[in-house]
């Protein structure tokens, strides 16, 4: 028995010192479903539960009072500490009761803390409460303490007797049997289950169940629960203390503030909702134990835990490489690195992995010759035909990450968990297969990623996250590489992923075809066909299947056989799906094959992507782009050719988010899309006949070039894209026009989508003078040309592709124009283009400073849709010339000799004239918020009375030519008195315009010796300060002529 209570005391005792903060350190999680970023598989209507979500759960309020009735399992499995979280949820219900016992209300110093009944008694001993709280003193705090668990023990016996409602009672009149079973009772004293890091059992988590149930009992022995039931229990123990009353009776008093003290301090935190904290607690010890226990083939998740305790549960670093993984949190993203917020909760405590990229290892002799990150799986065994789904959230920031990877490395039978790190010494990817890359920032927000792969050995799958090169400037600035949520699951957990080796995957046959896709391992006819699936040709592999259309008999020409997905909703107007196949078309008789977007509500058709004719022995990548408003469904046709010798193959189709181009090029049509890898695809320049450009768009190889280093399609310095070019002879204000073929009018909207690369090494000391890239779309409209800006971009935006899109709608035939120009910088700037995709959807601006409206301009080649409406021929608006400018006044936006507006006027003997320039019709914003107008503005001359005003009038569309416009109310206005110059320099300024109706604005000036000149007009969404602050306006209405 003494053996036994010196091992209890022992143990209660670290509990005490492991656990300084238990639930300060805890945030109060919601009973909420945690948040996350939408998931690719949430957009399958058609398709079965995921079999994850049992794992996630726990996580609902409800979750802990369930495990209640799994109590009778817990002395038999890990379960345990579920038994502990149940005799901490009945304490929960009497902590409200708590305060309404007499027994604890009657104690002299209960006012102390209302909220912990127990603590009355603290006062009596002030020095008691302190000492548990600080486990510095052993010896005084140790010694009641130490009768404190005797007590606790038999009264926890009795305790679950008080709580008769649990199962657990039948449980613990064995507790007292066995010297195990009282620790039970003792370890929910305290649930802490993240201190279950400060236990020495935390080190085996990845090891067996055994480990783990050790590790779960001394998180339950922290668990801060149990000290709150304390109080009812002593009451209780009362009557059963006899059995030591030696110890109790002079110790009672101090016992509940022993435990309760340490949980005191830390009840505050959890304010009222205590009860309601503890069912939220409960889904605490689910999250580390799945992380903990092995890995199965069905769902395993690791979410890395939660503030205190994040981990990288069975995941561990390959030694190979001095760069390492680390948990970390979102409160740690200023200080570490990584995104804000987790994907598990969407909060700054929830845990992730990060990779700090910028860190540089030192290279020793011998040492590790990998830079990259490598975080590896435990040993998995064969996948089986059916294969693996690896489900994951990344997020990529900064300058110095270059790519993360999904390895597959292949592990020995005869190894064991123990000698994997031994033989990992020797490793050097040489037998890895990648199975997914993304090279793409992800600009702070987290995105899923999704794989399905087979293989018949076991392994283990490593997350690599590689820096940039140690010798790219890019190196010394911060970044980071994070990934959340990683879990393996069924392969029918990716939806429309399908590597075709298990049968079909979540496709099905479409009925109304002539005939079926069919499987196979290599074609039996070496005429057509392919002689084995598209992995193990590329590996030389033994394993894989996939489908296939035989063209043999009974097949006639023009037979179709249609494989349908399951159904879709509709995609996001902001982020489109790409899918990715490889295919095989082989033979003298080969037909078509082609991929259809089947509207579910409609049963109509429409070829999105179409390839026909032989196209060599070999397998070879497509993709196409998958957007639709409406539920949808994908659909592979296959045509049967001239002849039998026609069998078309697919494989390894994968579906991720974001915008592609059609691969190959020869696929896509004349619908836009465009990698550049073989030609423009029909996007063509201007001749010089045309006039509407000084200089050309060239493609271009990433090797011959200063930058970018790399193109976006293949990341590599063999990839091809299109760049501006610098020549020997050329001016600010030089632009280049990159004209689509003629594309389809439609009421539907359709969005662009592309990469650009806007880089300017040395800024010029007068400031940022890259250039601008902006996108037209141009069209005709009562026998006249126009032009309307959809996105615009000016001068330097990273030394990174960065992706853009715009909105782009016309009801007639329209063209779409890339308008590269360059500005005034002496450094060697770069700006190109890469990756062009069109799909249906009413996209938003991406990025947003990105956006345009008619009203923009920076009178570069004209004044945009801007009208002089003034008659007078001698004094006007006007945009300068090379022959004609004021002051020699150079342009804002590029520092150029023209590209401006401007007015001038010199009469002296007559009195002031008053010049007006109006701005095409603006429409009214959706929501009825205002706009903000900015602009640059310029002074010139000798006359104080000088003047440039800004109104605005409202615009009916409907009315006749000479009734559109109303009365003009000023809204901006400046005394050229008030400017302070001796010379014409650029001045900024804004204005907050009402945008509730349509309307127009018209910028007038006044002068009778002198003139004002205006650039670089844009409007912004949202209100804004007057600019500068003595613009005030009179308010004055004035008669629009």
């Not at 009734?963 to 901006?972: F, R, S």
Request: hydrophobic letters at 35%; one cysteine or more.
């Amino acid at each position: 028995m003494k053996a036994y209570v010196t091992l209890f005391l022992v143990t209660l005792v670290g509990v005490a010192s492991a656990n300084p903060k238990p639930l300060s350190a805890l945030h109060k999680r919601e009973a909420e479903a945690p948040h996350r970023p939408v998931a690719l598989d949430e957009q399958v209507l058609v398709r079965e539960k995921r079999q994850d979500e049992p794992a996630t759960s726990p996580d609902d309020p409800a979750a802990p009072d369930e495990p209640a009735p799994s109590e009778p399992v817990a002395p038999d499995e890990p379960l345990a500490p579920d038994e502990t979280v149940n005799p901490e949820e009945p304490a929960v219900p009497e902590e409200p009761i708590a305060p309404e016992e007499p027994a604890v209300l009657e104690e002299p110093i209960a006012p102390e803390e209302p909220v912990v009944p127990e603590e009355p008694i603290a006062p009596e001993e002030p020095a008691v409460p302190e000492e548990p709280i600080v486990p510095e003193v052993p010896a005084v705090p140790g010694d009641p303490i130490v009768p404190e668990p005797i007590a606790p023990e038999e009264p926890v016996v009795p305790d679950e007797p008080v709580v008769p409602e649990q199962p657990a009672v039948p449980e613990d009149p064995a507790a007292p049997d066995e010297p195990s079973e009282p620790e039970t009772p003792v370890i929910p004293a305290e649930p802490v289950i993240p201190d279950t890091s400060l236990v020495p059992d935390e080190t085996a988590i990845p090891g067996a169940q055994q480990p783990q149930e050790d590790r779960q009992q001394p998180e339950d022995a922290p668990a801060p629960a149990p000290p709150e039931e304390l109080p009812a229990p002593e009451q209780q123990v009362a009557p059963e203390e006899p059995a030591e009353p030696q110890a109790p009776a002079p110790k009672e008093p101090q016992e509940p503030q022993a435990p309760e003290e340490p949980q005191a301090p830390e009840r505050p935190v959890r304010p009222r909702p205590q009860p309601p904290a503890r069912p939220q607690r409960p889904p605490r010890p689910e999250r580390p134990s799945r992380p903990q226990g092995e890995q199965t083939a069905q769902a395993d998740l690791c979410d890395f835990g939660s503030s205190p305790d994040v981990s990288l549960c069975d995941w561990s670093n390959l030694n190979v490489t001095q760069l390492q993984w680390q948990a970390s949190q979102g409160q740690n993203a200023f200080w570490l690195g990584g995104p804000q917020e987790d994907v598990s909760y969407g909060d700054d405590l929830g845990g992730y992995a990060v990779f700090e990229t910028s860190q540089i290892p030192q290279k020793t002799i011998g040492g590790p010759n990998f830079e990259s990150a490598m975080l590896m799986s435990a040993i998995r065994p064969t996948t089986g035909p059916k294969g693996m789904c690896v489900k994951f959230w990344y997020s990529i920031g900064g300058l110095s990450p270059d790519r993360l990877r999904v390895l597959l490395h292949p592990m020995p039978d005869d190894m064991s968990k123990d000698d994997m790190d031994e033989m990992m010494m020797g490793y050097d990817g040489s037998d890895d297969v990648v199975l997914w890359e993304a090279r793409d920032m992800t600009m702070g927000d987290w995105k899923e990623g999704q794989v399905v792969y087979t293989f018949d050995q076991r392994h283990s799958v490593i997350f690599e996250g590689i820096p940039v090169d140690s010798n790219d400037l890019s190196r010394r600035f911060r970044g980071f590489i994070a990934i959340d949520e990683l879990s393996f699951a069924d392969s029918s957990e990716c939806g429309a992923f399908c590597t075709f080796e298990g049968g079909i995957c979540g496709w099905s046959q479409d009925s109304k075809d002539d005939f079926d896709w069919a499987q196979s391992r290599g074609s039996l006819n070496p005429s057509t066909g392919p002689p084995r699936d598209r992995s193990s040709f590329a590996n030389n592999g033994m394993m894989g299947g996939y489908a296939f259309i035989d063209s043999s008999y009974p097949r006639r020409p023009g037979d179709k056989a249609r494989l349908m997905s399951q159904e879709f909703q509709g995609t996001n107007p902001d982020s489109p799906l790409c899918m990715r196949f490889w295919t095989h078309m082989f033979g003298n008789g080969i037909g078509s094959l082609r991929v259809i977007i089947f509207d579910v509500n409609t049963d109509e058709d429409k070829v999105i992507w179409q390839i026909s004719g032989e196209a060599g022995n070999a397998w070879y990548q497509g993709q196409v782009p998958i957007a639709s408003p409406t539920p949808f469904k994908i659909v592979f046709e296959g045509v049967v050719g001239n002849n039998n010798l026609g069998d078309i193959a697919i494989d390894d189709i994968s579906i991720v988010q974001g915008a592609c181009p059609s691969a190959p090029q020869v696929a896509a049509g004349n619908n836009g899309d465009c990698t550049f890898e073989v030609d423009e695809c029909g996007w063509t320049n201007p001749g010089p006949r045309e006039r509407a450009d000084e200089i050309d768009w060239v493609r271009t190889v990433a090797a011959d070039n200063r930058a970018p280093s790399r193109d976006h399609t293949i990341g590599t310095t063999q990839g091809f894209y299109m760049t501006l070019p610098r020549g020997s002879v050329q001016r600010g204000g030089d632009r280049a026009w990159f004209v689509s073929n003629t594309m389809k009018g439609s009421s539907d909207p359709m969005c662009i989508a592309f990469w650009y690369f806007m880089y300017e090494p040395f800024i010029d000391p007068s400031g940022p003078s890259l250039g601008s890239l902006m996108v037209y779309v141009s069209y005709e409209k009562d026998g006249n040309s126009v032009l309307e800006p959809v996105w615009a971009l000016k001068n330097h935006q990273g030394p990174n592709w960065m992706y853009g899109q715009a909105r782009v709608q016309n009801d007639d035939d329209f063209l779409v124009a890339f308008e590269g120009t360059w500005g005034s910088s002496r450094g060697n700037g770069f700006m190109a283009l890469d990756d062009i995709t069109l799909f249906i959807g009413d996209c938003s601006t991406l990025p947003e400073k990105a956006m345009t409206s008619k009203a923009d301009c920076d009178f570069q080649r004209d004044a945009c849709q801007w009208k002089n409406s003034t008659t007078d021929s001698d004094f006007r608006w006007t945009t300068a010339s090379i022959s004609r400018r004021p002051a020699n006044l150079p342009d804002h936006t590029f520092g150029g000799p023209i590209g401006y507006a401007y007015f001038d006027v010199f009469n002296q003997a007559a009195r002031p004239q008053s010049l007006t320039f109006t701005s095409p019709p603006m429409d009214k914003t959706a929501d009825g918020t205002p706009i903000c107008l900015t602009f640059w503005y310029a002074y010139f001359g000798a006359s104080e009375s000088t003047k440039l005003k800004i109104s605005r009038e409202v615009y009916d569309k409907n009315a006749d030519e000479d009734q559109e416009g109303g009365d003009a109310q000023e809204i901006w206005s400046l005394d050229a008195v008030n400017i302070g110059t001796q010379r014409p320099e650029w001045q900024f300024g804004q204005v907050e315009v009402t945008a509730d109706t349509d309307f127009r604005l018209n910028v007038v000036g006044m002068a009778s010796n002198g003139g004002f000149a205006i650039d670089d007009i844009k409007t912004f969404g949202g209100g804004c300060r007057l600019r500068p602050e003595d613009a005030t306006p009179s308010g004055e209405e004035t008669e629009t002529k």
